[in-house]
């Protein structure tokens, strides 16, 4: 089992940035897939961005704002938020998912708040 720590959450200013963090441990698989979700009150969790190897994609309402990446030697993923406008705040979620056998674990999430 893996399990997943998010932090770097808070309240920021429409335009300001974040990076947010999680920290992976226990039985990682070294080939696996690590994103971000969000969501936002009353609505569904959705896919933020996603990390694999060196590959990386984004929902289309992030491009050119967000950047995840890696730290493999730390087993841990960021999400570089910029520009950050309101419609972004919600609790982000961190998840792991092996490309052996599927399994899959989510973080406890951590709030971002963009407000004036």
């Known amino acids: 089992q893996v399990q997943l720590v998010e932090s770097g959450g808070g309240l920021v200013q429409p335009g300001g940035s974040l990076r947010l963090s999680c920290a992976a441990s226990?039985?990682?698989?070294?080939?696996?897939?690590m994103g971000w979700y969000r969501q936002a009150p009353g609505k569904q969790r959705e896919l933020v961005a996603v990390?694999?190897?060196?590959?990386?994609n984004y929902t289309d309402f992030v491009k050119d704002r967000f950047t995840i990446s890696r730290d493999n030697a730390k087993n841990t993923v960021y999400l570089q938020m910029n520009s950050l406008k309101p419609e972004d705040t919600a609790v982000y979620y961190c998840?792991?998912?092996?490309?052996?056998?599927?399994?899959?674990?989510w973080g406890q999430g951590t709030q971002v708040t963009v407000s004036s």
């Open positions: 998840r792991y998912t092996s490309l052996r056998d599927g399994a899959s674990s």
């Open positions: 990390i694999s190897g060196g590959s990386t």
């Open positions: 226990g039985s990682i698989f070294s080939l696996n897939v």
